[in-house]
């Protein structure tokens, strides 16, 4: 999850599974670079032991909303406190427009808001080549990906972990969406997410692998439900996503109403199974 208000954490650290919780950091000017900075460095220092469940990432928004030296920074930081740093990169066309040539409907956005930095250079090139120049693209968790036509091989040689948003990119009525198949081919780790309700009509994680199976013709259902547990898992850095020996056992377990043809297609029907437990660390969580 990402959070933007810390003071929700608590509620966080009491919730029965296991999580990531990415603190959301904005600053496109210069001169908040300090302020922001010192927020997420007291957070991370006085939240340090946040019990088992729960670890803390770094959230930098996105191209458009961090300066370049707040993204440097945060690498730093990350790096200091050995946590995941996540991005929304390259999600819909005017971003790309914006790093090319510094105009259009986000920089009217920002400076309606008062956080346009006057002095700011535009790159000149796509989302991802940007955040590879920063030197902050390795090991980053970049979301959506909309836009990567020319940069697939960065994205592979940077060890760049990929969330696939169907549902927002539903919502949206984006016509270009992440190319999961040849990221999945390159060898990319891909998760699924929701983004927020800001930008979708639901939370609910079923119904993203219903929704990019709809989407993705070209990749199957059951590299879906891998991305779903396995590729989450991964780009997480959780040890999770696979029921085997010495794993920690996170399980959902649904009661089936019909044997399938395919188990794959279990997760996929609505109709067809009900979630009759959930199980943490092999201990229930809910459910018989």
Same mark, same amino acid.
């Given at each position: 999850?990402?959070?933007?208000?810390?003071? &929700?954490?608590?509620?966080? @650290?009491?919730?029965?599974?296991?999580?990531?919780?990415? #603190? %959301?950091? $904005?600053?496109? /000017? =210069?001169?908040?670079?300090?302020?922001?900075?010192?927020?997420?460095?007291?957070?991370?220092?006085?939240?340090?032991?946040?019990?088992?469940?729960?670890?803390?990432?770094?959230?930098?928004?996105?191209?458009?909303?961090?300066?370049?030296?707040?993204?440097?920074?945060?690498?730093?930081?990350?790096?200091?406190?050995?946590?995941?740093?996540?991005?929304?990169?390259?999600?819909?066309?005017?971003?790309?427009?914006?790093?090319?040539?510094?105009?259009?409907?986000?920089?009217?956005?920002?400076?309606?808001?008062?956080?346009?930095?006057?002095?700011?250079?535009?790159?000149?090139?796509?989302?991802?080549?940007?955040?590879?120049?920063?030197?902050? &693209?390795?090991?980053?968790? @970049?979301?959506?990906?909309?836009?990567?036509?020319?940069? #697939? %091989?960065? $994205?592979?040689? /940077? =060890?760049?972990?990929?969330?696939?948003?169907?549902?927002?990119?539903?919502?949206?009525?984006?016509?270009?969406?992440?190319?999961?198949?040849?990221?999945?081919?390159?060898?990319?780790?891909?998760?699924?997410?929701?983004?927020?309700?800001?930008?979708?009509?639901?939370?609910?994680?079923?119904?993203?692998?219903?929704?990019?199976?709809?989407?993705?013709?070209?990749?199957?259902?059951?590299?879906?439900?891998?991305?779903?547990?396995?590729?989450?898992?991964?780009?997480?850095?959780?040890?999770?996503?696979?029921?085997?020996?010495?794993?920690?056992?996170?399980?959902?377990?649904?009661?089936?109403?019909?044997?399938?043809?395919?188990?794959?297609?279990?997760?996929?029907?609505?109709?067809?199974?009900?979630?009759?437990?959930?199980?943490?660390?092999?201990?229930?969580?809910?459910?018989?």
């Amino acid at each position: 999850d990402t959070l933007s208000d810390v003071e &929700l954490l608590r509620e966080y @650290a009491t919730l029965p599974f296991r999580q990531v919780v990415f #603190l %959301e950091v $904005l600053g496109f /000017r =210069g001169d908040k670079v300090k302020e922001s900075l010192e927020q997420v460095v007291s957070v991370l220092e006085t939240q340090s032991s946040t019990g088992p469940l729960l670890q803390l990432g770094l959230a930098p928004h996105s191209p458009y909303s961090v300066s370049p030296a707040l993204f440097q920074e945060m690498k730093k930081i990350a790096l200091r406190h050995t946590c995941l740093s996540s991005c929304h990169v390259a999600e819909f066309p005017e971003e790309v427009r914006f790093l090319h040539a510094g105009k259009g409907e986000l920089q009217a956005f920002l400076q309606e808001r008062g956080v346009f930095d006057a002095s700011w250079v535009p790159p000149g090139k796509s989302p991802v080549r940007y955040l590879d120049d920063l030197g902050v &693209l390795d090991s980053m968790v @970049a979301v959506h990906l909309n836009h990567i036509d020319g940069d #697939l %091989e960065i $994205l592979q040689a /940077r =060890g760049t972990r990929a969330v696939f948003c169907p549902g927002s990119t539903r919502w949206f009525g984006r016509t270009q969406v992440m190319p999961v198949r040849d990221l999945l081919d390159r060898g990319v780790a891909i998760g699924l997410g929701t983004d927020s309700l800001a930008s979708n009509d639901r939370l609910n994680f079923l119904h993203e692998l219903r929704v990019a199976d709809e989407m993705l013709e070209n990749v199957s259902r059951a590299e879906i439900l891998t991305m779903a547990t396995v590729g989450g898992a991964s780009v997480l850095d959780l040890p999770v996503g696979v029921v085997s020996p010495g794993r920690p056992a996170d399980l959902i377990g649904f009661r089936v109403r019909e044997k399938p043809e395919c188990w794959h297609d279990v997760v996929f029907d609505r109709d067809r199974k009900s979630v009759d437990f959930s199980m943490i660390a092999g201990e229930i969580a809910s459910g018989n």
